[in-house]
Nanobody
Framework: QVQLVESGGGLVQAGGSLRLSCAAS????????VGWFRQAPGKEREFVAR????????YNADSVKGRFTCSRDNAKNTVYLQMNSLKPEDTAVYYC???????????????WGQGTQVTVSS
């Protein structure tokens, strides 16, 4: 059974940093594209970043470019989202997702985590 588990969320002041983790069981991340998404209250789910495990390449949404970075730990089968210079508008539940396609659309990911709350205070 495939399971993605996010962790690392919390409360941070504006300008601070958090690192989210997405640990996988039941699948091997090296074959997958891992996406990060977020959803704020009353808003639609928003794409944040995408990381291709096999190529090591990443693509970030314009709203987080220069502030968020994806990385991986092969031994732990875990992908990270390092979030720096956080802003109040980054407040949301953050989800990781995985799919075998190279560039899946936001609705095409096969596997999703349960989400972790990130709250940025002003």
């Amino acid at each position: 059974q495939v399971q993605l588990v996010e962790s690392g969320g919390g409360l941070v002041q504006a300008g601070g940093s958090l690192r989210l983790s997405c640990a996988a069981s039941g699948l091997t991340f090296w074959r997958y594209t891992v996406g990060w998404f977020r959803q704020a209250p009353g808003k639609e789910r928003e794409f944040v970043a995408r990381f291709s495990w096999s190529s090591g390449t990443a693509y970030n949404a314009d709203s987080v470019k220069g502030r968020f970075t994806c990385s991986r730990d092969n031994a732990k089968n875990t992908v990270y989202l390092q979030m720096n210079s956080l802003k109040p508008e980054d407040t949301a539940v953050y989800y990781c997702a995985a799919d075998l396609r190279i560039s899946p659309g936001s609705s095409e990911y096969d596997y999703w985590g349960q989400g972790t709350q990130v709250t940025v205070s002003s």
